[in-house]
């Protein structure tokens, strides 16, 4: 189990850090608060390390789908010592590791739908934990749906006619 940090109290008109003050004024836009009143500011949870990697992982996750085919036609490559070919060099045929490369891929393509909810839902709580604004918020999950879009267009795309290749 990861400990949860402790709470850090943060300005309500600019989010600025209001730990460590001997006045109760904010730092950076002059807003008072009060110590004792949780009214007059905001608290945030910073990121645990647990939750920072898993963050990670839901954000690398379409990434690592567009780059598997490429990476396990390197092995193949370096295994055959010569450029596999789309029709022949069925990639379980050339080795163990593509075989189980290739069954581990198929597994990550059937989660797709729930690691797209699982990073929906970590950028949702990532907006809440660092109080973010409504925009940066949406920019969040743009950026998240984006370099899904990106990802598979990409794949569709397979210029250099790999994703054939490990598919077939
Ligand atoms: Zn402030």
Not at 148 to 153: E, G, L, Q
């Amino acid at each position: 189990m990861v400990k949860a940090s402790p709470p850090i109290r943060r300005c309500l008109a600019c989010n600025y850090s209001l730990e460590f003050l001997s006045t109760c004024r904010c730092p950076e836009c002059g807003r008072e608060f009060n110590p004792m009143d949780s009214n007059t500011f905001a608290v945030s949870r910073p990121l645990t390390r647990g939750w920072f990697i898993a963050t990670v992982v839901v954000w690398l996750y379409p990434i690592g789908l567009l780059v598997a085919p490429y990476i396990a036609w390197l092995i193949a490559w370096a295994t055959l010592r010569r450029r596999p070919q789309p029709s022949g060099d069925w990639p379980g045929n050339i080795s163990i590791l593509l075989d189980l490369f290739q069954f581990l891929y198929a597994i990550s393509i059937i989660a797709f739908p729930a690691a797209v909810a699982l990073g929906i839902i970590a950028n949702i709580w990532l907006a809440r934990a660092y109080l973010l604004s409504f925009t940066r918020a949406a920019w969040l999950h743009l950026g998240f749906i984006l370099m899904w879009v990106s990802s598979i267009a990409i794949s569709r795309f397979d210029p250099w006619r790999i994703g054939i290749w490990f598919f077939d």
